[in-house]
Structures are given as C-alpha cells and as structure tokens.
C-alpha cells in the first residue's frame, strides 16, 4: 500500500495515478502476531540493504542517493510493530493516525509544520531485504516514486513475526531535518 501526504495539490495531482495502481498492486493477507518492539536505530543489516538497493536504483536514473533519517526510523519501526500487533497492512493505522502523523510523533519536524511530501510503502511476507526491495520495485508505480528525486531521506522498519515473515514500513521525505541525525528530542 502506498500514500502521498504532501501539501501541494499539484504535487499530489502528480502522483494520484501513480498512487491508485500501486495501492492495488500489494496485496493483504492475514497478520502473524509476535510480541515485542522491533529495533529502530541503527538499521540491522536486511534493512540496510534495502535502502542500499534503493540507492542503487536510484543511482541509475541519476536521482540522489536517500539518507536514512534516525526519526523516520523511529515512525516507520513503531508502524510495522503496531501493523503486526493489530493484524492490518495500510498507510492508515486504525487509530486514525497517517505516515505524516507518525513522523511528526517521531520528531521529524517537517512532518509538524506540514511543509513536506511524504511518500509510505508498506508490505508483508518477506523476511529478507532483497526479496521486499523486489517486490516494491517490481511495481511501475511503486518503482516510481523510489526514483522520485524530490526525495532525499528515508526511514525504514520490520516487525518480526513469529512464523519468521515480517512486515515492512518504508518512509521517504522531501526535507532533510536535524532530528534525521540524531535522537529527537
């Protein structure tokens, strides 16, 4: 599943084609449980290489390289724990909060003012970075915003399941903010 939360109009208008087929290209199935929080900070080696395989892909249609940002790590690992504990995969969580209320919780500060594009993709199954990397860049419209060159950091977290599957959540931004170096306060 993938949202768009940007305060430009022209900016979503963009995007909403792009947004309705890739909504409809990940698909929902029932949620293993697990108990615990899945680490945020640093990213553990799958979902380094998740973004480095996004790197990589965005290093070839000349878009910029995404910096991880610590805060939306924290917003994007606290949305996967929260997906597996209640047993849904959506951009939407069920208490009404969206990737842009996330991020601001989280202390990404752009995400407050609502002055930046916002970009989640989540999916479910894939324990391995490589295999989810494939999934989200096999889509055409998922693909495409993973080389929109707009944005410049990212934000990524996996919940563990217990049967060993997990289910990802990957936040991208256009604004760079001093709480993507460090702890928010």
């Known amino acids: 599943m993938v949202k768009i939360c940007a305060p430009s109009p022209g900016w979503m208008l963009k995007t909403a084609i792009t947004l309705v087929f890739a909504a409809l290209?990940?698909?929902c199935t029932d949620v293993e449980y697990a108990?615990?929080?899945s680490p945020q900070n640093p990213l553990d080696p799958e979902e380094s290489s998740v973004v480095q395989k996004v790197n990589q892909?965005?290093?070839s249609a000349d878009a910029p390289a995404l910096k991880v940002c610590f805060s939306l790590n924290v917003s994007a690992s606290v949305?996967?724990?929260d997906m597996r504990e209640k047993g849904y995969l959506d951009d939407n969580a069920p208490d009404g909060s969206d990737p842009v209320d996330r991020a601001c919780d989280a202390g990404y500060k752009p995400a407050c003012d609502n002055m930046v594009g916002m970009v989640e993709m989540v999916a479910k199954g894939n324990a391995e970075g490589a295999a989810t990397f494939a999934q989200w860049s096999?889509?055409?419209?998922?693909r495409m915003l993973l080389l929109d060159p707009t944005f410049l950091?990212?934000?990524l977290g996996r919940a563990m399941s217990s049967d060993a599957s997990a289910i990802w959540t990957l936040d991208m931004s256009t604004a760079e903010d001093p709480s993507c170096e460090a702890a928010a306060p």
């Open 35 to 37: 108990d615990g929080q």
């Open 138 to 142: 096999g889509d055409a419209g998922t």
């Open 153 to 155: 950091v990212v934000g």
């Open 25 to 27: 290209a990940v698909g």
């Open 79 to 81: 949305h996967s724990d």
């Open 57 to 59: 892909l965005r290093a």
